[in-house]
């Protein structure tokens, strides 16, 4: 309970993304109020819907991250 209060309440955008596909999986208060979409609509989404880069781009970067 606590773990999810602290996540949904944190400052900074937190997004929990499923790297094999991209789909996100989770979001905070901050993420809702950043990109505007409610967390059920965050849930529905890909990250490259709200990603600036590329989704060439972002691919490469999901797969940099879990392979460090």
């Known amino acids: 309970m606590y773990y999810n209060?602290?996540?949904m309440n944190y400052p900074a955008i937190l997004l929990l993304v499923e790297?094999?596909?991209g789909r996100i999986v989770s979001a905070n208060k901050k993420a809702e109020s950043t990109y505007g979409y409610s967390i059920d609509k965050l849930c529905s989404m890909n990250i490259t819907d709200i990603n600036i880069l590329k989704p060439e781009q972002v691919k490469a970067e999901i797969h940099n991250a879990t392979s460090e």
């Open 19 to 21: 790297p094999n596909t």
């Open 5 to 7: 209060e602290a996540c």
